[in-house]
Every structure is written in C-alpha cells, then in structure tokens.
C-alpha cells in the first residue's frame, strides 16, 4: 500500500477516516465528491488507489463503483471500499472503464475517474530450445506478462502460439532455412506491446559422425567408439551393433557410452551384412556394423565398420607336462580366444585337434624328442588375423633310459659330429653296445662321383657335411676325417674331385678296416701318389735320385713319428744320453724310397699301359718293374729286402716291417685319441687303446671302440677334451641346434675362416700339429685358433644362430622363440643340447641377463643361441 | 662400424690415445704424421713353406755354372735365363727369371742375397757332421721340426720365437709406449716367429673385410646387454687351461679388431698389389704400416707367407709359378713402402724351413736338405751384394752333408736374425736373449743393413 505523506497529496483515506468530526462539519457550504486521479490508465491486473474528495457534506464517506457496479467486477475490474481499483485480467471491451464515487451521506453527490485498461508489455527471459532443426519444431518461452493472445515472433514473424500462463508459451513452427535470429513475444491490443529479444538459431539437420569409421578388432578385444552430434543441443545417441540396440552375443555389445565388445567367436560370414557399404570387403573378416542414432532426431545416425578377426590366443595351461618321446600324446590346452580351425602345434608338429572351444582344446599327436628336453605347445589361430599364441613349455623324454640324455649327448660327442636331440633320445634308449653296433653297420655316407677332372671339389665337400648332417654313419664319418688328418692328402696339390673323392671313399671304406691294409691302399692310391710323388718315383737314373717324399712322410706322419715311444706314448729315452731315441736315419729314408719305385697312374680305360701314364685316379696305381729298384734294401729293426722283389711284393714287405713296428700302435693311439676324444690322453688311456690295436693287428673298429669307451673317455675331466676344431665346431653346434641342411650349403667357407678348409690342409703335416701345447697342455686345434679365427667362430655363431647361414642351413629358430617365452627353459634347453647339461649357474644368470633386455622372443632366441654357441665352454668340448 | 663402442667395452684395456689419434684422422690431422720419418722400424718375414729349393732362386753365372748344370741335370736353368746379379767383388749370379719382378732392386742396392743360410748349433764341417762331433739342429729334414726351428732359432727345440723374444725385450723398454697394439702381427695365420713369452702376435686374416663382433649395436639394448653377457662369459674360465685359452683367443680378436677397425679409415694406397694369397697378405701389411702412427708402433714385426715350395716334383713349372707371386707380391709392398715414405725403414727378408737336395729327384723335384739363399729387400739394406759364403756346388764336397748336395750352412740363422735384429735396435745386451746361439758365432752382423 502506498502510504507517502505528501503536501501535494490528499491525506491517505485511513487518516481521513480518523476525522470524520471534521469532514462532516464542512458540508453546508459547496456539496462536491472529486476523484483523483480523474484519469489514469492502467495494465491488465494492476492496482491503483483512487482518492474521493467530499466537500462539505459529512460524513464523507462514499461508495465505488466501476461502470456503475458497486465495486465493480471481474469483468471492469474491482474496487475495494477504500478506492483501490484492480484491472481485470484482461481489458475490458471497451477498454476504459468509469470509476465512480458517491457520497455516502448524499448519494447525488458524486466524482469520477476515467481508467484506461491495456495489456501488459511481455517480457521475454528464455526460449527452450533456442536451437532447432530446420522442419517443424516447437519451442517453449519463459518470462512475464504474457496474456492469451501474445504471439510468439520468429524473426519478427508471428508463429502459431499457445498461451500457457502469463510466464509460459509455447509455439510451432515450420522453418525450412537455416538462419540464425530471434524470438520475442507481441502482446496483442490494447496496449500491444513486443517484448525484448532472445536469439534464436534454426541449424541444419541433425548430423551424427562416429569414430573410429572403420576398425579392425581382435575377438577379446574391446573399442571405444565415438559419436559426436552436429546441430543440436542433444548430442546423446543410442548405439546399435548390426541394428540390434546394445548388440548382442552373436555380434559383440555395446554400451551406452560406446564401448564395443567383440563376441566370443567369430559371427558367422557375411555377418548380417545389412548397412555394409558397398566397397567394404569381408575377405579380412567378418564384418559388423556399429551405429549411433541420434536422440535429438532419430533419423540422424552414422555407422563405423568392424572387421572382426580371431583373437590373439593365450594359452594358460597344457597336460600332461611331460612328455614322452615317440609316443602318442593327448593334451589338455587351456586358456583363451582359440578360434576355430585353430592349429595346434606341439613343437614345430602339428597336432590333430578333438575339440575346441574359445577356451579349451585337446589335440593329439607324436612327440618329437624336444630341443634339450624341452619341448613348445603353441597354437595358431586360423585367418582371417591369423596369430601365433604364446607358448607353454614341456618336459620330453625317452619312453625308457639306460642312460641319462647328459650321458648319451657325452658320448654322442665323440662318435659322431655331435649331438641331435634324435640321436640323444635314441642313444638313451638302446645303450651304447647296440649303438656301436647299428654305427658299425650303418651303411656308408656317399660323395658324389667325380665326372672328370675339371669337376670342382665343391659339390664333394658340401655333400661332406650334408653327410655329417644327416648320415646314419656317424661314427665312421668321424674316424675318416681322423683318418685324414693322419694319412693326409690336400687339395692345395690334388684340387680336383677325381683325385680327393675317391681318397675319401677309400678312407671311409676302411675307416673299420685294418690299419695296415689302408696303409697299403694309400701307399698305392695315385692321389697319394701324387701328393707325395710317389707316383712315377723309380730306381736311380743318371743321377736323379729316387724320391724320398713319401718314404718320409710314411714314416714320420703315418707310422712311427720321429721317436721311438713306448706302449702309453712317451718317448723312449736312450739310457747313455737321456735323450729320445730316433725312429729312423736319414738313410732309412733312402731305403725305403728305393723300395717305393715302379709306380705310376693306372692306365686310363682303353689305353696302353706305359710309365709313366697319364694322370689317372679311379683305381689303384700300376708298377712297372723296369723302373723298380730291386736291389737288397735294408729296413728298419733289421729287417732286410732282399733283390729281386717286385715292386708290389715290396710294398707288401715294407708295410709288414712297419706292422711289426712296435711304435704304430701307441702313434696311431694318441692321433685318433685326439682327433675323436681328447687332446692331451694320459698314458694309462693310451696304453689300453695302443693294446687294442696291437693285440688285432691294426682293426680300427676294435681300436675306436676302445677309444670311444675308454673310462678316461667318458669321464673326461671337465673341459680338458678339446678345443672343436672348425669343421666340428660347425657341425657339432648345428646338429646340437637340429639345423637343416641341404646340398647347396657353403659351410666349408665357414670352416676355411677358421683355419681348416676340408680337405686342402696346407700340408702333409695336417692343420695342426699332434704336439701343439697351449696353457702348457696339448691341445693340436690352438694351433690354428688365432685371435683372429676365434673371432670369425662367434661371429659364425652369430650368423648361425640368426639363420644368417643362408636358405640352406636353417636352424628351427622358430621352436626356440617358443621356448624363449619361458627364458630358463629356453637357457636349460641350450644347455642340455649343446653343453649336455655341463652350464654354469653364472653362465645361465649371464645369459638370462642379456635375455631379459628385450621381450622380443626372437632376439631372446637368437641371443640365447648366440651366447651358448660362443661361449668357450661350448667351443671346448665339455 | 656401429660397433666400435662396443668393442670397446669387451677390451680390456684404456683406449684413449688410439681413439684421439682416430679423431685426427678423420679430420685429416695425421697426414703430416704419415709422411714423417720418425722413429719406426719394420721387419717383414716372408716364410716360404715347403722348404725353398734355392739352389734355382740364385745361381752362379761366373764361377760355377757347369757344376750346377751338370748336377741339376733337368732342374738347372739355362744360364741365359738367368737375370745377372753382379756384386761388388765381381763374381756374377743370377736370380730365377722368375724373379724379374725384384731384379732392378738389385741394381738400385735395395736387394741383397745371404747365401746358404741354415739352422746350425756352431759352424759347423761335412766331417764334423758325419761324425757326430757337434750338435746339431733336432730333426733335419723335417718340415715340422726344421720350420718352428727357423721361428725360434732354437734347433734343439722351443716354444718362443726370435721375433716374440724381440717383442718380449722391447717391451720391457716400453719402445711402443703406451700402444696396446701388440709388436708382432702375422697376417698368415698363427705364427711361432712371434710368440715371445709375454708377448703374443696380434693375427690379421688379410683382407677379411668384417673385422668386428658382428651384430653389436650400441643403439639396440637387446644387443647392448648380448655383447655385456659376452664379455661376462669370456672371463668365466673357472681355471680350466683350454677355457682360458679359448676365451684369450677371443678377447684378443675383438680386442685387435677394435684397434684396427678404429684406424684404418686412411685413403687406399696408389701402389697395386697382385691378387695373389702373398699380394694380399703384403697389402695388408702395408695398411697396417700405414696406419703405425695411429696405432702408436715404433717398432713392427709382421709375418706373411707363401706356401707350395716342397718341390719334390714338378719343380720346374711350379718354382715358376712360385718365384712370379713372390717377387710380383714383393716388388709392390717395395713400392708401397716408398709411397708411404718408409722404404728406408721396412725391411723385407725371407725364411724357409730348409733347402733341397742339390741333387733332383725322380719326378724332375728334389728332396729336403738344409741350408738355402734369402732375400733381404729394402732401403736400409746394403742391397746389390752377397753375403756370406756361397756352398761349393758339389756333391759329397765340402758343403755336402750327405751325398746328394744338402748344403751345411755356412751362416746360421742366428747371424742372419741378428743382423736384422740389430738394425732394428734390439740391444747388443738383449741379442743372446734371442739368438741363444749367436755366441757361438765369430761373425755377429753379417752386415747387409745400413
């Protein structure tokens, strides 16, 4: 209520109303009721206070009214007994209303006002929303003062309104170009009045974009997916896998947020391929749709494209852990997203699958032997993504053992070119006589025939360590190649392949023989003959002596060396001077050249025999007596030649003097001790062996087999057998890794840059010497180790161990990255096969050391391979 | 290359004055160095295995021609054949055809011959030999025994050789100082000359362009931590001789191909080398040379070789093949030492296990025999003369230790080393450290070296 006290203002009627005495008195005068305001205009539903002067009549009081209504009605309005005038809700029709007060005490007496009713003017706070759609929208105004037929202006353009209360309208619309502008309300008349402003945009349609557009997922794993709403104010969507809400399990789900969740198994292809675009392939999987739906306008969607592929599987377990080799096995394969058609690899064999669910498999096959006892079951899952799983490592051994896979790899290592993990499971279960037996019967290794004598040597030396690879006869290979470097011929003068090839064969040929009877065929092999000049040597002629060459070199390298020894290979010391006793004089050697006279090359096929013939290598050589000495030759332990013999009887004659030569045996002793076992035998092992051999005059067979089970050969002491010499460092490590390799193979270039080139030793005298010490301790194969070649044999290694050998020496790194994700396994496993278990706790911890600095499998595994293989604890033989 | 720092690590020793001295290379800082004459001496022992038949590598033109022709028989060279080598004394020899390579050193005194060399305890006489009067050299006529003889100039038998004794006292006076490059290097594989007790040889397969540790990558962890394992693995030997060695072995191959790969970055030389095994093995020689002042060597022995010289038959052709590689092969390192500007301070000599018999033997050869002519090549050399005793070509004669011309040699190793040895500054105090029979020897410097 207004109640200011103002000079210029009639006292408020409640003070009036205290004088009455006062008022009444002044009546007899001039009679009159004023109104005031006398004219006012006022909005709809407003108040005024109107005041009614009475002048000289008392009391003076008076009555309203409103057109005539004592205190009006809804209709004009109404009016308190005071002269508070409320306006109708709505102006009156007309719209100016009389306001009209009479005198209580003389109702002829009587002011008025004249009141004007309009609208009020709207005010406008909010427009929900303020962004539409082009089409049809409605939107919802807030703000005040609005009446029944406001209008909503769109744009200064008057849309279709619903009045909902003086704060609230609503309109609709149909706009169909996008614009910005603004919204306002228009009041209608009287009055009319356009409120203030709100800006307004009419967008394009609603558009929808999810990310990533097109993906390619792993089952097991789940994608994020984005959508992100254009022209609306509602960015929410509602996600659909292949127009199903929420996906299902056949296509994989996904949630409210967009988070995608691949099923179980693959959806079977073409997966309800209803909104794949046109160009999308499903060669690379099955393919399903993820859709986002617009909640502000359901016609507003985008659509991303997955690829589905099988999940990388996880194997978290297989039984039974242990294996046995060459027997069926069924395993149990636990753990997750095996994929049908999965492959089961048990090793690098595959398995036959019985079952497969996402999470388990059972499979069966024969197990290898493993790689040092150990042995990978890996899994693969099948296109489309096709993936290898991890691998679980399990222990493999022989069904039955008469003796441990430490001491067949140590047996293994003398009687052939090194342990397999076949040949390590196969000793194990037949033992060591059966062995020696199937050894001794094995049948030969060949080389190719030599065609003429322009045919390389090459193809007869790869063919060697294919032999070496993969022949049966393993133990003869070994004792040729001591043959060898005993009774030595080189390629650096006898290149060719008609000359070494049939050298070699006749070495192997005899490798079980008898020592004597090789002898005889190399004395008489136009190879040697050739080698050493034996081949066309004859009897004195006009000065020119009878070669010595051979005669030499019988004697010093193939026989008796050039000190007398005793049965366990120590010199003979002459009991006068203290000093070793020679075998044989200068003139011994004259002797016995004379009685190596006579001989030339075999006469070539269709040709007439003459002396001398031409080079000719396919047999044995001919004598031609007239160029045989035949005179008295005095030998050596007195035996004398007498005149007259043939040049073949003398060479029978020669061989029986040195058969009866007591220093063969302990000579032919220590040089296959060293080339199969050890380089440094005691006396004691050498004396056994020297028995053998004398006691069967000269069987190789008995000979190597003493060798080869000798107690101090098979317990030797630790690393005091010998430094590998290059061709078996090669071989032995390759066969210790289960490599393959075929006939191109270029490992004699290997072996060439350690020092020994097969075949072509840069002399009689071997490689190396029989004596050579290092450390004070004989050990012949030093003598070619530089600084310099041991470097070339880790870097071989490096390059082995990485199949950097070429296509035709592999190795199954593959099995080893297997085992690499278990690292101890995979250390144990190298220990086993090429250290026969003989590693050190420090040298594992080095070598898992190194390992641990990736997680590549594969750098494991080549690193792991690399270590073990330079190591010198595998380089010298454990 | 990437590797260097790895090998680095595997060393065992500091490295830091090599590694300078390669960073002045690369920048182009040592090409004074190269140039200068400081003090550097080099021996190069060329070793002609099989035991050279010398009788045909220099004969007599003025005085005994016919006795060789007659003796020879189908071995002897024409005597127009023979490339003329006159000495100063007037008598006149002739080198093999064969060595047309090197004759015109001989006119420039840059080539000398010491006749008849050989491995003797004391001189030694036909009648004293015969008679078993004096020691004698262990096993003549054995390839293995008479070429560790000529290395260790011990005839009775030994584990060093001259040239490894040579490092061993050298070393003691610190003459390459604070290198860690080792004195000696063979190119030919291992080599006995070289050992010494202390000292072993650094070995070169000449030629081998991968030098290094292959795979180690000091950008790559995985690789990092294989080399570190490696090394860990190199010094686990648990005292077992053989692991020990082996482990030596490999140390000391990554060891020296650090120094050597961390040097030779210098331009090729001009001088071409013939592609022969002797050719490379001398080229590579003469890389190393190149490279002395970056490897810090004052003093150097290489070894080299050249085998096939056991001519017991087919000699005629296959001395020809021989004498052309070896003289082809030491005409160019001659060269090359005068483009380095050290022909002056290399000095190229040749060794062989033994001679042959005088007289040939059935398939036109000759058999093992004894005392036999070397070379000695290069500037300092008194070259254009002969020195020692040229045999009497005559068989049972004087020089005959048999009956078919095995000359006793009339100057031993032991003079012929330690002439060389005492140009290369070995001190007179430490001479019979390495030649232990010199003493027994009147003449001590035979006196072809300036």
């Known amino acids: 209520m207004r109640t200011a006290f103002s000079p210029f203002h ?51 009081t008076v009555t309203w009214s409103v057109n005539g209504v004592t205190g009006g009605n809804a209709t004009v309005g109404k009016i308190s007994d005071s002269g508070q005038y409320t306006a109708p809700a709505l102006p009156p029709a007309p719209n100016v209303v009389k306001i009209r007060a009479t005198s209580t005490a003389m109702p002829t007496v009587r002011g008025e006002a004249v009141v004007t009713v309009n609208n009020p003017v709207p005010s406008l706070s909010s427009v929900t929303p303020n962004l539409v759609n082009v089409g049809s929208f409605s939107i919802r105004l807030s703000g005040k003062n609005f009446v029944p037929g406001s209008k909503v202006l769109i744009g200064d353009k008057p849309v279709a309104t619903f009045f909902v209360s003086a704060t609230e309208l609503k309109a609709t619309a149909t706009e169909t170009s996008p614009r910005e502008t603004e919204v306002a309300v228009a009041n209608p008349d009287p009055g009319g009045k356009i409120s203030n402003k709100r800006g307004f945009r009419i967008a394009p349609p609603v558009t929808i974009s999810v990310t990533p557009e097109k993906v390619t997922l792993r089952l097991g794993v789940t994608r994020q997916f984005r959508a992100s709403a254009g022209n609306t104010l509602d960015r929410t969507v509602t996600w659909y896998v292949n127009g199903i809400k929420g996906g299902n399990t056949l296509y994989g789900t996904i949630d409210e947020a967009g988070l995608y969740t691949p099923p179980v198994m693959l959806p079977p292809s073409p997966a309800a391929l209803s909104a794949v675009p046109a160009n999308t392939s499903t060669a690379a999987g099955p393919v399903v749709n993820v859709k986002a739906v617009s909640n502000a306008d359901p016609k507003a969607s985008d659509t991303a494209v997955v690829t589905l592929q099988n999940a990388i599987p996880v194997i978290t377990s297989a039984n039974p852990g242990k294996l046995v080799a060459g027997s069926q096995v069924q395993l149990a394969i636990s753990g997750t997203g095996f994929a049908a058609g999965a492959q089961v690899l048990l090793g690098s064999t595959p398995l036959t699958v019985h079952s497969l669910s996402p999470t388990a498999i059972v499979a069966s096959g024969k197990a290898g032997p493993g790689f040092g006892g150990m042995i990978s079951v890996s899994l693969r899952n099948p296109d489309p993504g096709a993936a290898n799983s991890n691998a679980m490592v399990l222990s493999v051994g022989p069904a039955r053992q008469v003796m441990t896979a430490q001491a067949a790899a140590r047996f293994l290592e003398r009687t052939t070119w090194g342990p397999t993990p076949d040949s390590i499971q196969h000793l194990q279960e037949t033992g060591i006589p059966a062995f020696l037996q199937e050894q001794f019967a094995a049948p030969i290794s060949e080389l190719p025939e030599p065609i003429a004598e322009s045919t390389s040597i090459g193809p007869a030396q790869r063919a060697f360590y294919l032999n070496a690879m993969t022949g049966q006869d393993q133990l003869r290979q070994r004792v040729a190649f001591a043959l060898s470097q005993i009774l030595v011929v080189s390629g650096v003068k006898t290149p060719q392949s008609n000359q070494l090839v049939p050298y070699m064969r006749m070495l192997s040929q005899n490798a079980f023989g008898n020592y004597f009877t090789l002898l005889r065929q190399v004395t008489l092999s136009p190879t040697m003959g050739r080698f050493l000049d034996m081949v066309n040597n004859r009897k004195e002629t006009k000065g020119v002596e009878p070669n010595e060459n051979y005669a030499r070199e019988l004697l010093q390298l193939f026989t008796l060396g050039l000190e007398q020894l005793n049965r366990d290979g120590t010199p003979k010391l002459d009991p006068a001077t203290g000093k070793p006793i020679p075998t044989y004089s200068e003139a011994d050697v004259k002797q016995f050249a004379r009685a190596f006279t006579g001989w030339t090359y075999p006469t070539r096929p269709g040709e007439t025999p003459r002396f001398p013939n031409p080079t000719y290598y396919a047999a044995p050589m001919i004598a031609f007596e007239e160029q045989h000495d035949a005179t008295q030759k005095t030998l050596l332990l007195g035996d004398v030649i007498p005149p007259g013999r043939t040049a073949s009887e003398e060479v029978d004659l020669v061989i029986d ?80 890794m289960n490599a393959a390799v075929t006939t191109d193979n270029n490992l004699n270039g290997y072996a060439r840059n350690m020092g020994e080139d097969l075949w072509f030793a840069p002399s009689v005298f071997n490689y190396f010497s029989p004596f050579y010490r290092v450390n004070g301790q004989v050990a012949p194969e030093f003598q070619i180790s530089t600084p310099s070649v041991a470097l070339n044999r880790v870097n071989f290694i490096y390059r082995a161990s990485r199949n950097g050998l070429g296509a035709s020496v592999q190795i199954d790194l593959a099995e080893l990255e297997r085992l690499a994700f278990d690292p101890p396994s995979l250390v144990e496993a190298l220990n086993q096969a090429l250290m026969h278990g003989s590693m050190s706790a420090a040298m594992k911890s080095s070598i898992l050391t190194a390992l641990s600095a990736t997680s590549d499998t594969r750098v494991r595994a080549r690193n792991a391979a690399y270590l073990a293989g330079s190591a010198s604890q595998f380089q010298v033989e454990p | 290359m990437t590797s260097r ?94 060595l047309a390579a090197i004759h015109p050193l001989w006119a420039q005194q840059k080539l000398a011959v010491a006749a008849n060399v050989g491995m003797i305890v004391r001189p030694t006489t036909r009648a004293q030999y015969l008679a078993g009067s004096v020691p004698v050299p262990s096993n003549l006529f054995s390839h293995s025994d008479q070429t560790s003889s000529w290395q260790t100039a011990m005839p009775l038998g030994g584990t060093t050789g001259w040239g490894g004794r040579i490092a061993d006292r050298l070393g003691l006076l610190g003459v390459n100082a604070p290198s860690n490059y080792p004195l000696g290097t063979s190119v030919a594989g291992g080599a006995l000359l070289l050992n010494g007790v202390n000292t072993k040889a650094a070995t070169v397969i000449p030629g081998q362009t991968t030098t290094g540790l292959e795979g180690s990558n000091p950008e790559n962890a995985a690789m990092v931590a294989r080399d570190k394992a490696l090394g860990e693995l ?101 060269n090359a030492t005068v483009e380095m500007g050290v022909a002056a301070q290399v000095t190229t000599f040749t060794e062989s296990e033994f001679g042959r018999t005088f007289q040939p033997s059935a398939g036109n050869g000759s058999d093992h025999a004894w005392g036999s002519h070397h070379l000695i090549m290069g500037g300092a050399v008194k070259g254009g003369n002969l020195y020692g005793t040229f045999p009497t070509l005559a068989i049972q004669g004087p020089d005959d230790s048999g009956n078919r011309g095995n000359w006793i040699p009339t100057t031993s190793l032991d003079q012929y080393g330690a002439t060389l040895a005492d140009w290369f500054g070995v001190p007179g105090t430490e001479m019979s450290v390495v030649f232990p029979n010199l003493a027994n020897f009147t003449t001590q410097n035979l006196g072809f070296m300036g």
Request: proline letters at 6%.
């Open chain 2, 5 to 98: 720092r790895n090998f680095l690590r595997l060393g065992c020793c500091s490295l830091s004055t090599l590694t300078v001295a390669s960073q002045f290379s690369r920048l182009g800082l040592v090409s004074a160095n190269a140039q200068s004459t400081g003090d550097y001496k080099a021996l190069v022992c060329i070793f002609l295995f099989g035991g050279n038949d010398s009788n045909n590598m220099v004969v007599p033109v003025s005085t005994q021609y016919a006795q060789y022709a007659q003796a020879r028989g189908p071995l002897a060279i024409p005597q127009a054949q023979l490339l003329q080598i006159p000495t100063p004394g007037g008598a006149v020899y002739g080198l093999h055809p064969s």
């Open chain 2, 234 to 334: 190199l010094e686990m030997d648990a005292g077992y001789a053989l692991i020990q060695a082996a482990s030596a072995n490999t140390k000391e191959g990554i060891r020296i191909a650090t120094l050597i790969n961390n040097v030779t970055q210098s331009n090729p030389l001009q001088t071409q080398f013939p592609g022969t095994g002797l050719g490379t093995e001398l080229a590579q020689i003469a890389r190393l040379i190149q490279v002395r002042n970056e490897l810090g060597m004052r003093r150097q022995i290489f070894f080299a070789s050249i085998g096939g010289f056991d001519t017991h038959s087919n000699q005629l052709p296959d001395q020809q093949n021989l004498y052309t590689q070896l003289s082809q092969a030491m005409a160019a390192f001659y």
């Open chain 1, 657 to 736: 003097n040195l058969r009866k030569n007591p220093n063969v045996a302990p000579f032919v002793a220590i040089r296959l001790i060293q080339r199969l076992v050890m380089g440094n035998p005691s006396g004691a092992y050498i004396s056994r062996v020297a028995s053998v051999f004398e006691a069967t005059g000269g069987d190789l067979w008995q000979t190597t087999k003493a060798i080869v089970t000798d107690p101090e050969a098979d317990s030797p002491q630790a690393y005091q057998g010998k430094l590998r010499e290059p061709v078996l460092f090669i071989l032995s490590y390759l066969r210790g």
């Open chain 1, 10 to 60: 009639p006292l408020p009627f409640t003070m009036l109303m205290m004088l009455p005495t006062a008022i009444a008195f002044a009546e007899s005068s001039a009679v009159s009721v004023t109104v005031n305001p006398s004219a006012y205009t006022i909005v709809a539903g407003a108040s005024k206070t109107f005041w009614a002067s009475v002048s000289k009549i008392s009391p003076k």
